[in-house]
């Protein structure tokens, strides 16, 4: 059994027709989505339909859910929430309610976008001293105590990472299809970085005892995200989608 994993899509269609192409060029029929895909300057609405035309099995990110809950006064303090809300539209906006936080199927695959307690908080990196690093085992343990799927798929970091628990769990994280880079002040001012524009996901290949995951990088027209970024005022965006690092 094959099945893709994909993660922050960030209303970069024009990413995730790539990587809709790479996946059904390799015949998996399965597509995890691990939420964050409409908040952006890119194209949400067109998002969400390619979405649905595919059919993923998806769950809710903080940022779908910061979309969903977002007070007038956020809308307007925030230009890329409010095109982002209103490009969407109500249609939308009941769809993303609908959807859970976590999911889990045949007891096997775990969904979830950052950690069951937090789904802003990152499951695998540590940023308590505004650097990045990995968790210990220990830490990442206590975080997923209450799961019991042998497989862990945990998105929000756009970092792509294996990792394997002393309890045996395989902890995936896709990275990002639509955003290679950004800088966040919260909960410290960090950044994450890439350093490439392609958009990246996983495949899980499982076999009787036998697993295999690969991440996958896909090239793709990042200048028609840029341009359409800085048609939206968002010069941070349209640098880090060309370049897969942060705006100095």
Partial sequence: ?????????????????????????????????LGDMFYGPIEPRATYELIREN????ICGNQDREILESSLVQLEENPTLRYAYEDLGDEVLYWI???QFEKIIGGTYYMIHGTYFDDSQYLLEDISEGSIK???????????DNIEAPFIFCGHSHLPRI????????????????????????????????????AAYSILTVEENQYSVEQVRVAYDFEKAAKKAEENGREDWAHALRTGKVLD
């Fill in 55 to 58: 059919k993923f099995i998806n």
């Fill in 97 to 99: 309610q609908d959807l």
């Fill in 1 to 33: 059994m094959q099945i893709a994993i994909i993660s922050n899509i960030k209303s970069n269609i024009y990413a995730l027709q790539e990587v809709i192409k790479d996946i059904r060029n390799r015949n998996i029929e399965v597509v995890l989505n």
């Fill in 134 to 144: 990995l968790r210990s085992d220990e830490d990442i343990i206590k975080l997923t």
């Fill in 163 to 198: 990792h394997k628990l002393s309890s045996g769990q395989i902890v995936i994280n896709p990275g990002s299809v639509g955003l290679q880079a950004y800088e966040d002040e919260l909960p410290t001012k960090h950044k994450m970085e890439n350093h490439t524009p392609d």
